[in-house]
């Protein structure tokens, strides 16, 4: 009623306004739809203020996309790909969009100077890749690390104390063992084969060569640009100035994303939308917070996402509820306070997950909620059902340092936690009986929310990883698919059409206040530090350890024990 009433209101202005607007469209549609990638994309939110213009998202890209598949006055769509970083689920992702858009007819052509593995990926989707003369093609296949820090910790005086269970969890061995076990060995080479054959079979698919070519030509790279034509991994060698010069004398009349789906989703009248809640899970999982980091790009903290949630309960308009879970994990109490938030919110609405890069670990015990579709990349990193838990030792750091140190300490365990104590025999064992306590409470909620039996989700967890496809065939997601099939699995959820439109909003966006306190904080030097530190392959495991993270005061931990890039 609400909406006629406004509707009414402002007819008199929209309406004739409509009318010149649709008018100048039918007489001089757009024609292509010209997208530049750039920099760090994120799902819902960009963190760029609400004053930028055309702030772009995958979401954004998504649903834009969507949009174009039916229309028949766009002829083509041009991407230009300028140091993109976005991992290979959320690629594949938009390599999925693009071909979806060939399919219908569209002429798609991704541009670029250089190509790495995942920006490569996203363009096979694409009928047209041009590579700058000059450009390299930087795709070799897939290769994973692991970086092992007992060495260096035992020269500053470091004694970490790590207890696992699940004989695939290997977060212990990154700072309590000297080389990684078979188990980890085993795991980390079937991980790595499977995305490689996936590679093979997206280059088969959009490059129209048999499989040991594509092997082969991968085993010759990085490749300059000639050589990648030659072997057949892209079309045409020409700059970016060259291709806008020929592209401007076709006259042909360009739009941005922004403004494209605003056009094709305005109505003449109103129309109901269906509103969907989206929480996300970003980074790292901690107990304590609540200021601005809390819910942003590197951690959420349970305060922050359970306070979501409550205020979701009150909103009667919200319809269903899409989580977007990108998380390797962190703290157990924090991920299992989530988990319990979550199922409670399940029983009122709708609910279904989308896995993008990574939901591993604690990750992906948020996302185990019983009844919830959950929805995988192939792509995605995701499983790693199992329990670490220790400590760091100091003592002999403190005496290389010159700090001396007394505990006075009355009980048998008041040292427990001490980090100048390390465990007894007996300490070890409660903690060992406290993470098997653990990993059983892991299991049997992950069973339960999919429906499986406790062993045989204990098969497949045992602290594994695996990519989104290998997780599929072992029932621990529903599908395969990204946003673009998380939007339809919410209509089918909601019993509502395919085309039916829905309102988004997002509950875990950083507020504005946030925002700008963030930026100031950047713009004075705070939180640099820490990017500085980031930026170093080699040190990101140990600062993303518990000695340095949100959750430094816990004792047990669901984290994947690496990070998977592939920018």
């Known amino acids: 009623m609400l909406r ?137 296949g897939v290769a994973s690390g692991f970086s092992l820090y007992k060495g260096l910790l035992a020269k500053v005086g470091v004694h970490a104390q790590m207890l696992a269970r699940g004989r695939y969890k290997s977060m212990r061995e990154v700072f309590a063992a000297d080389e990684i076990s078979d188990a980890n060995r085993e795991m980390l080479e079937q991980l790595t084969g499977d995305l490689y054959e996936q590679l093979v079979e997206r280059v088969v698919e959009g490059r129209g060569m048999d499989a040991s070519s594509v092997r082969s030509a991968l085993d010759a790279g990085p490749l300059r640009a000639k050589e990648a034509q030659r072997l057949g991994l892209v079309d045409e060698l ?81 319809k269903a509820i899409l989580l977007r879970v990108d998380s390797p994990g962190g703290s157990a109490l924090a991920s299992d306070l989530m988990w319990q938030a979550l199922s409670a919110t399940k029983a009122q609405r709708p609910f279904v997950v989308s896995m993008a890069n ?110 989104g496809r290998q997780a599929a065939s072992h029932q621990l997601v529903d599908t395969l698919g990204g946003l673009r099939e998380a939007m339809d699995t919410v209509r089918r959820e909601l019993g509502i059409s395919p085309d039916a439109p829905l309102q988004w909003d997002s509950l875990t966006r950083p507020s504005l206040l946030n925002r700008l306190t963030l930026r100031g904080m950047s713009a004075v030097g705070l939180g640099r530090v820490d990017d500085a530190l980031q930026s170093s392959p080699a040190l990101r495991p140990l600062l993303d350890s518990p000695f340095f993270d949100d959750y430094a005061e816990e004792r047990l931990w669901l984290r994947l024990p690496f990070d998977v890039r592939f920018d």
């Open 238 to 318: 020409e700059y970016e100035q060259q291709l806008r010069a020929n592209w401007k004398r076709s006259k042909e009349r360009t739009v941005s994303p922004a403004r494209y789906a605003r056009r094709k989703t305005r109505s003449w009248f109103p129309r109901r939308r269906h509103k969907v809640a989206v929480l996300e899970v970003s980074g790292a999982i901690a107990t304590s917070g609540g200021g601005p980091r809390s819910l942003g790009r590197r951690s959420t903290t349970a305060p922050a996402f359970v306070a979501a949630l409550r205020a979701l309960e009150e909103d009667k308009s919200v």
């Open 358 to 467: 990574v939901a591993a670990s604690g990750g992906y015990y948020v996302a185990g909620v019983k009844g919830a579709h959950v929805l995988a990349s192939p792509c995605t990193i995701t499983g790693s059902i199992g329990v670490v838990a220790g400590k760091f030792e100091l003592s002999e750091l403190y005496g290389k340092l010159g700090i001396g140190y007394e505990l006075i300490a009355r009980g048998k365990n008041a040292g427990y936690h001490s980090p100048l104590q390390r465990w007894s025999d007996d300490q070890l064992a409660k903690l060992q009986a406290d993470i098997d306590a653990l990993y059983e409470d892991f299991v049997s909620k992950m069973a339960d929310g999919r429906a499986l039996s406790f062993e045989a989700v204990d098969a497949v967890a045992q602290g594994r990883v695996w990519t």
């Open 4 to 140: 006629w009433l406004w509707w009414l209101l402002i007819a008199p202005v929209r309406l004739p306004w409509l009318a010149l607007v649709t008018l100048q469209e039918r007489l001089w549609p757009s024609r292509v739809l010209q997208v530049r990638l750039k920099g760090p994309l994120a799902d819902f939110d960009d963190d760029a203020p609400p004053w930028s213009r055309n702030p772009q998202t995958l979401f954004g890209l998504v649903s834009c996309f969507a949009l174009a598949e039916t229309d028949p006055r766009l002829r083509r769509v041009v991407l230009f790909v300028d140091e993109l970083r976005t991992g290979l689920a959320r690629a594949e992702e938009l390599r999925a969009a693009l071909a979806r858009l060939v399919t219908s007819g569209k002429e798609v052509t991704v541009v670029a100077n250089q190509l790495s593995l995942s920006t490569y990926w996203l363009s096979l989707g694409a009928s047209r890749i041009v590579l700058a003369p000059v450009g390299e093609l930087d795709v070799t």
